[in-house]
């Protein structure tokens, strides 16, 4: 983690492909976002990133990053893989278990998207907080 006292903060992670490493991220998440002063996004924050991470597990392919930044009056949090899928909304049937990942993330962060990598393969899949 790196950190200047007036300017952008930044933590990343490179993580394994398993669903074991989810619990431990959330862990990281939340301490950075309490060291941060962000505390107060934590939950959103750690279930938006918590989504991100278990489709890149499921849906991607390795190596998976797991970054979280902060500037003046912006939160983000990013996961890549190198998978070529891509996310898409599911039509539900209301009974369904699985598959309202991106509604979550619309109803929890002011923005999010998609970046394909330039340098082959994969994705970066974001989302973002406005501070102001």
Do not use: Y
């Amino acid at each position: 983690m790196t950190a200047t006292p007036d300017g952008p903060r930044t933590a990343c992670w490179d993580l394994p492909p398993s669903p074991a490493v989810v619990g431990r991220a959330r862990d990281l998440v939340r301490e950075v976002l309490t060291t941060w002063g962000a505390a107060h996004l934590r939950h959103d924050v750690v279930l938006v990133m918590d989504e991100l991470l278990v489709n890149a597990i499921t849906h991607g392919e390795p190596p998976i990053r797991l970054s979280v930044w902060l500037a003046s009056a912006v939160l983000c949090v990013r996961v890549t893989d190198h998978g070529d899928a891509m996310p898409r909304r599911l039509r539900l049937s209301p009974d369904a278990l699985h598959g309202r990942g991106l509604e979550l993330i619309d109803a929890l962060a002011t923005a999010h998207g998609v970046t394909p990598l330039r340098d082959g393969p994969g994705k970066t899949v974001w989302a973002r907080w406005d501070l102001s």
